[in-house]
Structure formats: C-alpha cells, structure tokens
C-alpha cells in the first residue's frame, strides 16, 4: 500500500458490516415469520334505521396472529403458477414450499448473531437464487429486480465481512 | 315448475326470492350445520379450487367424493380435502363410475370446463343430487335447457353459480336502495366491463411431466393438453370472455331491472391474441323496456387492456348513478346535484358518506355553462366480509337443508343468460338480433 494512501476507516466498515448483516438478517427473519401468519375476521352486523341489518352486511375487523397451522411457503397463488412451469420438477417445488419459512428464519438468525457468517450469507444468497430462478420463470420482473438488489446487499455484507468484529465461528 | 318467460316481469320472481328469502338464508346457514351435507366435488381446477377454500367455511360439510380428469387436480383436491376434515375422500377421474359407486351423496359442485356443465349437471340431477353448478350454465342455450329441463324433471335443486346474487351488498343494493328508497330515481342507462391487461389473459402453461394421456384427453372431448388448460378460448368448449366474465355482469344488469333486453347488438375481433378462436375483445349493447322508461346497456369485456378501472356495473340513473362491482373498492354512488338531499339517510345508517374527489382548478378549456355540477359520492353502509362465492354456497346448502330457496336457481339463471348466448351470434354476423320467447325460453 502506498505511505500517502489513508488508511481503511475500519471502525466505519466494521459498522457497515454489521449494519448490512442486521438488515438482512431482518428481513429473513421477518419475512419467513411471516410465512406463519395468519388472519382472523371478526365481524359485527351493519345498523340501518337503528336496527342490525337483515342483508349480512357487515363491518369487519382483521386481526393478525401467528400459528404453524397457517405456514404457507410459496403463496398458493404462485404456487399454482410454478407447478404449470415445464422447468419446474414438482418435488423440488415441493421441498422449497415446506422449507422456505424455516430456512429463512435459521439464516436469518445465523446471521444476526454472526455465526460463520460467510457460510450464512452465502446460503441466504443461494436460497434468493432459487426465488429469482422461479420469478423468471413467471415472469416476475419487478420481483426479480427486488431481489437483486438483496444480493447486492449480501455481496457487500460478505465483502465486509472481516471489519465484523461481532461473530461466531470467525473462520467461516 | 314455472310459467314460461314473459319479458317485462320474468325476473321480478328471481328479485322476491332474493328479498323475502335469500338474506335470512344465509344468515341461517352461517348459523346452522347440524345436518351433515355428504358433497362430491367435481372438476377441481381454478375454480374447483376456489369453491372448496369458500366452502371450507361453511359447516356441515363432508366432502366424500372428488373427480376430476387430471390426476394432478385430483391428488391436490383429496389432498386439500383432508387437510381440512382429516380423512380422505374418494378419488375418481369418471363421474359415470363415481355415480354408480358413491352411495349417500346429497349434492355436487360441479366446476368443470363451460361445455361438461350441462352434461354433468344431468348426469348428478338424474342420479339424486342437488347441485351447484358454475356459471356459465353451458357453452350452447340448447345445454342449458337441458339443464333446466332436468332440475324440474328430478325435482332436485340446481343452483347456478351467478354468485353476486347471494351477495349482501348486490341484495341490499337492489333491494334496499334501488328499489326501496329509489335512490337512482328512473334509471336510463347501464354500463359495466371487465377489462384486464394482455399480462392477465395469457395462455395457461403446464408442465409436459404432468400432461393427460392423448386418449384421455380425447375421451373427454379435449384435442390436446393445451386446449384442456386454455378451454376458454375455444369455440367449441366455452362462450369466451362475454360468457366467462360478462355474464356475471350482464345477469346483474337483467336482474336489477327486472326485464330481459329486447335486443342485442355486439361487436368483437381480435386485437390482440389473433390466433384465438374466441374474440379477445367484445362490446354489446342490450336494449330494455322497463316499467319505467326505456334503458339502454353497454358492456364491455376487453382481455386486452385493463384500463377503465377493472370490473363493475354501473346503474345511471336521473337521480344517482350506482356503481357497483364484486370487488368493494369499485363501489361508489354519486349523487346528482338536482336530486333531493339524503342527509337523513347517511343519519339513519342507509349511506355513507364517500370522500368527494378533488375539484378541478377552473381553466380556460372549460365552458362552464356545458358542464353538470360535480355529484356527491356515497358509499355502502357494509361489506361482505368473506369469500363472494361463500354466500351463494351457502344459500344453496341451506336450500339442500330445507331452510331456504335457491336464490338462482337453473331457471331463473337461464332466463338471465339467455341473452348472452345471442352477443357472440350478433358480434360474429355483424347484425343486431331482436330477441324473441324463442331466443329467451326454454
């Protein structure tokens, strides 16, 4: 390295790493939890003219919850588009639909805590692979593009990886 | 069962059933559930699919038997089935041989494509069934006499899936707004659509692993794989865009205002996918003589674009215009500047009142002695708040159970869709038809 050159600010890159790894261990975190979401309608008859209306209209209230009974991986509207793909094997549809959700959550938490990072990162990159692989198949663009832009984010959360001071199984 | 059609007042009957029976009937049924319902499901494919989720709210039910052609739709159907009730119903890809063995079925729901409708629909009426048959009744008028002719000759109940019939908020629109606080004053013109862009109508693909056996696709009246996934484009197997999506509409137009047209003038082409059978685009116009005044209708269903906002009918009228669709974000009512006020019913809980859309900045492309004052937007008091085909669903099996009347049932809905199967005659011979008993009754 040339004398003149500054030197690395590696408190900031070191905070940069860790900020890109919280960023996506959130979003995988979140986002396969949410894979186990649900909704329960409650609903209270409309009054007309004082009295509870006879028609069934009604006002309803949505509320969220969370239960392994509700885990969807792929939506079933996609779902169904994916099995009409040619390219697309019907046991590996399968196998990504039951394990989405809890593969997005053990990355996500690999990577929160900084547990051989590079081997997470790499596998969460892997798996948003998969997921754009099937979005180009049903033509997903702006899906596509989305994920892009996380890789993007694993790429540069891997290219920081060692300024992370914060992490398990620093080798891997 | 009924007197035969008489233009000015054959759907006034499908009107009282709704009114006096069909809203308690769904509140009944929602209620109820003792009695077990024994159902075969028959055809589970997009809209088999989206029966069962609806029905899957509904108590009561048993699921004993599903047939269905392609073993894929038949695995995913027993495999949904016991999900839902934990045991595995009987699987069959013949409904002749499903028939013949299942003893103790009460109903089916037959989801199958437009031209195994009426057949189908026979076979189960003939064999003791009640049934709920998806709309369109059939590909041909002739399919779907023999639809009705066979729900009188069984006695059996055949509801037809025209589902905003059961809906609360179509019921308390016509009912309630339209025809008791006549809100629209005389209504002079409708229009509706259901437009949707070239990326919602393309070809369903399928994986080549999966495809049917030639012979069995031929048995069953399909050329190829693809016409079996894409049968709504073709001729010979569906009515196209004005029968797979107008006729929800158009049935809402004939039975809102109580008439079916006089005649239909329609035009279609292909502006888009050329190498379809059916037009891709169509527009038709029905004229109407009702009680009150002469109405004309325009309805457009366009697989081509999306633009005009989706789906929904709108009811003009001189008073107010109702805008109303399946989907509740379409649904406005616009009050005209002229017409009396309806503080009193926003106060007594029959309206709400909608948020006006911003007035435009005088300019000088404006004459304002040309322009009509910006009506007042309203809204309905209530939603339905659960799948749209549950209501329908409901309805019928509170009908199996005794508690109800069909709020469509096949006689009531042909004399609705009667009129449809004259739009894609007219469009293809460039010619208005004048429609006629024999055009319109069984």
């Known amino acids: ?172 | 069962m009924n007197a035969p059609l008489n233009r000015r007042n054959f759907l006034t009957r499908t009107a009282g059933a709704g009114l006096v029976l069909g809203a308690p009937a769904i509140l009944r049924a929602a209620e109820g559930g003792s009695q077990k319902i024994n159902v075969a499901l028959v055809g589970f494919g997009k809209q088999g699919k989206v029966l069962f989720e609806a029905m899957s709210n509904i108590p009561g039910l048993h699921f004993q038997a599903v047939c269905d052609i392609w073993d894929y739709n038949l695995k995913a159907a027993m495999a949904k089935v016991r999900a839902r009730q934990g045991s595995v119903p009987k699987g069959y890809s013949d409904i002749d041989e499903m028939l013949a063995t299942e003893k103790g079925l009460d109903a089916a729901v037959v989801a199958t494509p437009d031209f195994w409708h009426s057949p189908h629909t026979v076979k189960c009426l003939e064999a003791g069934l009640n049934v709920y048959c998806e709309k369109m009744m059939s590909n041909t008028i002739d399919g779907a006499r023999d639809m009705v002719r066979a729900m009188e000759r069984t006695g059996k109940l055949c509801q037809i899936g025209h589902q905003r019939r059961s809906n609360p908020r179509y019921l308390y629109t016509l009912h309630e707004l339209i025809q008791g606080k006549k809100i629209c004053g005389q209504i002079v013109n409708i229009n509706g659509q259901w437009n949707r862009a070239v990326t919602a109508s393309q070809d369903i693909g399928y994986n080549p692993k999966l495809s049917i056996a030639p012979e069995v696709l031929e048995k069953y009246g399909f050329a190829n794989m693809h016409q079996f996934m894409n049968w709504r484009t073709y001729r010979d197997l569906s009515g196209g865009p004005i029968s797979d999506l107008g006729a929800h509409q158009i049935d809402i137009f004939n039975w809102f205002l109580g008439v079916a047209p006089k005649s239909v003038f329609a035009t279609g082409g292909h502006s888009f996918f050329k190498e379809r059978e059916h037009f891709d685009n169509v527009m038709a116009l029905f004229d109407y003589d009702t009680p009150q005044g002469q109405v004309r209708a325009f309805y457009q269903v366009l697989t081509t674009t999306s633009a005009g906002g989706g789906y929904f009918e709108s009811f003009m009228g001189t008073e107010a215009t109702i805008d109303i669709s399946e989907r509740s974000a379409y649904t406005n009512i616009f009050r005209e500047s002229s017409a009396p006020s309806w503080d009193e019913l926003v106060s007594r809980g029959y309206l709400k009142k909608g948020t006006a859309p911003a007035a435009k900045a005088d300019s000088g492309d404006a004459i304002k002695s040309y322009e009509s004052a910006a009506p007042e937007v309203y809204q309905l008091p209530g939603d339905l708040n659960k799948p749209p085909h549950q209501p329908h669903l409901e309805n019928f099996f509170a009908s199996v159970r005794g508690e109800a009347t069909l709020n469509c049932d096949a006689r009531h809905a042909f004399e609705s869709e009667a009129p449809i199967y004259w739009v894609n005659p007219s469009a293809i011979q460039k010619q208005r038809i004048e429609l006629t008993e024999e055009h319109l009754t069984v």
């Open chain 1, 1 to 172: 390295m040339n004398a003149e050159e500054p030197k690395p600010d590696t408190l900031a890159l070191s905070l940069g790493a860790m900020l890109a790894r919280f960023w996506l261990a959130a979003r995988a975190i979140q986002t396969g939890i949410e894979k186990y979401a649900g909704s329960t309608l409650s609903e209270t008859a409309v009054s007309i003219n004082g009295q509870p209306n006879t028609y069934g209209l009604t006002d309803g209230a949505a509320t969220k919850g969370y239960a392994l009974a509700n885990y969807h991986g792929v939506p079933a509207a996609l779902y169904d588009k994916f099995a009409g793909e040619p390219f697309m094997a019907g046991w590996a549809l399968k196998l990504f639909d039951k394990t989405l959700g809890p593969a997005l959550i053990l990355l996500g938490v690999t990577i929160l805590l900084g547990v051989a990072s590079r081997i997470s990162l790499f596998a969460l990159g892997l798996l948003y692979i998969g997921l754009t692989w099937g979005l180009i198949l049903i033509r997903e663009d702006s899906g596509v593009a989305w994920l892009a832009a996380h890789m993007i984010l694993i790429i540069a959360a891997l290219a920081l990886v060692r300024y992370d001071r914060l992490r398990i199984l620093k080798k891997w």
